[in-house]
């Protein structure tokens, strides 16, 4: 059995030849490709949609989060020097998963939430 496993949502698959197409498709096409719906993040108080990383850092900004300068492949947040609280994004907003919307509710509760874009 020669050929790339594949790890997606907790299923293993084998690929026997793997295309370069096949191994660079990003989440969001595989979501697609499978027909499951895309999820957003919206600002609660405001029932804004949150498509741009400049609209998430000023709600994040009027939370009390304050933007971490320390990393060139990350963009982090965090609460204050002394607390344990860090928010980690992809550089790029294309790249922005579901993964990354749930970690900033769980830990914004009262202002965010994610739903299935219709």
């Known amino acids: 059995m020669s050929g790339v496993?594949?790890?997606?949502?907790?299923v293993a698959r084998l690929i026997s030849r793997p295309t370069r197409e096949e191994l660079e498709r990003s989440e969001a096409?595989?979501?697609a490709l499978k027909g499951q719906?895309?999820?957003v993040l919206v600002h609660v108080p405001s029932e804004q949609t949150i498509t741009?990383?400049?609209d998430l850092e000023r709600r994040l900004v009027e939370l009390g989060w304050e933007r971490y300068n320390n990393n060139n492949d990350?963009?982090?947040?965090h609460r204050s020097s002394s607390?344990?609280?860090l928010i980690s994004l992809p550089k790029?907003?294309?790249?922005?998963?579901s993964t990354h919307m749930y970690d900033i509710v769980v830990k914004n509760r009262?202002?965010?939430?994610?739903v299935v874009k219709q």
């Not at 496993?5 to 907790?10: A, I, P, Q």
């Not at 009262?110 to 994610?114: D, L, P, T, W």
């Open 5 to 10: 496993w594949v790890f997606k949502h907790g």
């Open 29 to 31: 096409e595989l979501e």
């Open 37 to 39: 719906p895309k999820r």
């Open 52 to 54: 741009c990383y400049e």
């Open 74 to 77: 990350l963009i982090q947040f």
């Open 83 to 85: 607390s344990v609280h």
């Open 92 to 97: 790029n907003f294309s790249d922005f998963k």
């Open 110 to 114: 009262h202002s965010f939430r994610v």
